[in-house]
Structure formats: C-alpha cells, structure tokens
C-alpha cells in the first residue's frame, strides 16, 4: 500500500503588466531546468485576476498537487495571491534574484513584490510556505522547491488521512489523552472503536487460508533460530486482521494509520503482545502507535511523510547510569552525561532499525501475568538495541482547550550497548537537560515521542507553521535561555 501521497510540483510565474513579461517567463523556464522533469510548468504567465483562473485550471488539469508561484517579476497583488485562494494544497511563494540582466530593462523589482504578496497573502487570510530567504537564482529556487516538497508530502497526507483507534488508554495512564477536535480542525478522520470490536474481528479471522503464508514470511525475518516461533500464528492472525480491517474501513480517506490498546488485557484475550506486529506495519509506512497513542500516531506519519522512511514511536524513558557514561561515552563523543537518555517501548522498532534484532517478551507484563512460567501471552517482542546515526525527536500534541503545539529536537542514537530490553537506545540531544525541564516538563508533554531517523527539523518546522501551530519548542543552545529558565540557577 502506498500510504503517503506522491507529490507532482507545479509551478506558475506571475509578471506586473509594467514589466516584462518575458523576464517572468524566461526566469521560469530557467527554473524548471534546473529543477529537473519533474516539475510542471504552467505556460500561463499570470497578469490579471482572469490568467490567475486559468493557470490554477492548467495545474490542476495536468495533476499538481502542490504548487509554487513564482514572482519573476514584481508581480500583480491581487492575482497572485488569488491563487492563493483557488489552488487546494500546498504553496509556496518566491521570488527572482537579479543577475540575468541588465538593471534597466532587466530588472525585475521581484525583492520589492514578496513584500506586497506576503501583505496581500495576510490580508486574505492565507498560509503559505515561503523559504527563509525567499530570492534566488534559478538553481536557489529550484532546491527551494525541491526542500518543498517533503512538506507538502506531510500537508496533503494529513488531509487523506484516517487514524484508527482502539482503546480506550489504560486505567491510570492518562499521559497521551488529548482532546482529538484539533484533528479534525486539520482534516485528519478519526475512526474510534473499542477493543472488543478489535478481538471481535480477530477471532473471525481464526482459519484464515492466509495464516500460513504470513507465517513463513515472519519466520523469514526472524529466522530459524527464533525462541518464540510458537507464537507466530497468532501474530500472522492479528496482523492479517489489521490489514483487512484498514482495507475495509478506510472509506474516503486515502491513507491510514493506527492507534491501537496493547495493554493490560490484551495479553490475557488475544494470547501476546502486538508489538511485533506493529513494527512490521511501521516498517511499512503504516504507523502504529502503542497504547491508543492518537497524536502519537499523527506524529509518527507526519515524521514518515517528511522522512520518507520508517519512523519510531518511543518512551523518552530513562537515564543513563553514570558508569555506563563514563565507560562508554565520556571523551568519545561531546555530550555531557545530562545530555543524554534512553529511548525505549517494548518492541515496536521495525527490525531494519534494530542491531541484532529478535523477538522476545513483555519483561514488564511477565512479572505480573507469567512471574512463574516459561513466557506464552507475553511473547511478541521485535527487540533489539537501535542502530546508531542521527534522529530527530519531536512531537505535535494538542493542549486539553485543543491548542496545538509542537517540538523539535535534533540529535543521535549513540553507538553505546544498552545492555536492556525492548527497542531501546542511547539518545544524546544537545542541551537535553535544559530542553527536558523547560520544555517537556514545563508545557506538560506526555513521554512518547515520535522519531525520524535522519536530521528533518527543518522540514517539520515548517510544516507545524504551515498548519498553524504557534508554539514550537526546540533544544535551546545555551546562549538563549528558555522564558521559564532560571538565570541564577
């Protein structure tokens, strides 16, 4: 299943009729050269409110589904930014540097005309992407547009987007609740059910002819030295439940992603845990978050449009002893023992983050469901320590008046041993200390929090400004204190 939507760029030049409207159109040709077939080239050069309608027609015709109006030229006002209003998706505005002319009759004032856009852009009300420095050559705009495109990736999942949840969250375990009207507020559908409704279709898919077949395929990912074999038919069972289920019930939406209850009496009714089962859909590009995570799972698919790559959902859990520090750590790598943390959950890391991957048991269930006995309902573990490299941690959470907010912090799986269970890894973010008290802390973050494997702050910093959200939060260095920071502590 593709479940992140493929993106076709277009791009529409607009030219003030008191220029040139060859300077608009030749800069724009100059930029889809640069950019690569990829990019569609709208022919109509937009100078009055009439072109505007026929060039938002022309893109949509042809099957763009984000857009760039580029201002070759100062621009008209009003069309351009009607544009605005009659593209639904993604765009971005910039403009062209000078260069490609002479300063009389080539100049093209386009510096001067972002200005004007972005005011008229305010005035109706719309948001756009505008790169940090929204100028350039046909080379700069055309990696401008190309940085685009892993946020209009996430913007237009979002609006075919449909989390299933299963829940409700576990007795006393209220951290990852939101209200989930902020969801809707973004286009995202939400699909509640119970787990009896879950156990029900599990239970119907008991002879399913399939099992088989998905068992040999898990058996091939775990090979032949797997303690936990025993387990894989209830697994294949399971995981051939949730993919019929997201085949029958995605209706209008276009893309999926689940939010699923894991435990305490999931062990008990279905016979183990889901965890690896998880990990093969995220593995996938269909994110599970454990334990009716709803944001969780938003985060996640946000994370695996950005990325393009399969994501994590883990415990920002706990410290790192100061031996295992100063052992493995200390004058290696330049962070302070403060700086760094564990990342853990159970075991929903997809195998192809993991070193050493295997399948294991629930530890922490088994100690109260199986504290006697070889592990049986607690087996289904995907475990293993994660690969080091850099990440980035972040996460979009609505407060309990449904105020979105968001952080973004980029840093590094340690290639330190962990020496525990689960999915689990040595994190170190630079200035973590401070970014764990003022942030996460302060602003009442739940522990999970959503991972891209690669450094994408910048993109999903603008996508959370794309839709709105107003408080993004960061890993401050040290030199800008947090409002909240004590300066004589």
Not at 158 to 171: C, E, Q, S
Not at 261 to 276: I, L, R
Not at 282 to 294: A, L, Y
Request: with cysteine; proline share 7%; hydrophobic share 40%.
């Amino acid at each position: 299943m593709q479940n992140i939507p493929v993106i076709k760029m277009g791009i529409i030049s607009v030219s003030r009729n008191c220029f040139p409207i060859s300077l608009s159109e030749m800069r724009r040709g100059n930029v889809v050269k640069a950019y690569g077939a990829d990019l569609y080239e709208c022919p109509i050069c937009v100078e009055t409110e009439l072109d505007a309608q026929k060039a938002v027609e022309d893109v949509k015709a042809a099957g763009v589904n984000a857009l760039c109006v580029f201002l070759g030229n100062f621009g008209p006002e009003t069309p351009e930014t009607m544009i605005a209003d009659m593209f639904d998706g993604p765009i971005m505005y910039t403009s062209a540097a000078e260069g490609d002319g002479d300063l009389m009759n080539g100049r093209g004032d386009a510096y001067c005309g972002m200005l004007n856009a972005s005011y008229n852009l305010g005035l109706r009300g719309k948001r756009v992407y505008i790169p940090e420095y929204p100028c350039g050559t046909a080379e700069e705009v055309a990696q401008q547009i190309k940085e685009f495109v892993p946020i209009a990736t996430a913007l237009v999942g979002l609006k075919g987007l449909k989390i299933f949840a299963f829940g409700p969250r576990p007795n006393d375990f209220l951290a990852c609740n939101a209200p989930i009207k902020a969801l809707y507020d973004l286009g995202v559908a939400v699909e509640e059910h119970s787990e009896l409704d879950l156990l029900v279709a599990f239970n119907q898919h008991k002879y399913d002819p399939r099992i088989p077949a998905k068992v040999e395929e898990m058996g091939a990912e775990l090979g032949a030295e797997n303690p936990y074999a025993g387990v894989l038919p209830r697994l294949a069972q399971y995981e051939l439940t949730l993919e019929d289920w997201m085949k029958d019930n995605l209706g209008c939406s276009k893309y999926a992603a689940f939010a699923n209850k894991c435990w305490p009496a999931f062990q008990t009714e279905f016979g183990f845990v889901p965890c690896y089962v998880n990990s093969r859909f995220t593995g996938r590009g269909i994110p599970i978050s454990c334990e009716v995570d709803i944001y969780g799972a938003l985060s996640e698919y946000i994370g695996l449009c950005v990325s393009n790559a399969p994501v994590t959902l883990l415990d920002i859990n706990n410290s790192v002893p100061a031996q295992l520090y100063d052992e493995k750590i200390k004058g290696k790598s330049p962070y302070r023992l403060n700086e760094t943390f564990m990342g853990f959950h159970c075991g929903n890391t997809c195998s192809s983050l993991l070193c050493n991957p295997h399948m294991g048991y629930q530890l922490i269930m088994k100690r109260s469901l199986e504290p006697d006995g070889e592990p049986d309902i607690t087996r289904g573990t995907m475990e293993g320590d994660i690969k080091a490299g850099d990440i980035t941690f972040f996460r979009l959470q609505t407060t309990a008046s449904t105020q979105l907010r968001a952080y973004v912090a980029q840093g590094e799986v340690l290639d330190v041993p962990t020496g525990s269970f689960g999915s689990i890894g040595v994190f170190a973010i630079p200035e973590m200390n401070r970014f764990y008290r003022h942030v996460l802390i302060e602003k009442q973050y739940p522990h999970h929090g959503a991972v891209t494997f690669g450094h994408h702050g910048k993109a999903l910093f603008e996508v959370f400004k794309y839709l709105g959200v107003t408080d993004i939060a960061y890993n401050q260095p040290k030199s800008l204190p947090y409002p909240t920071e004590n300066p004589f502590a």
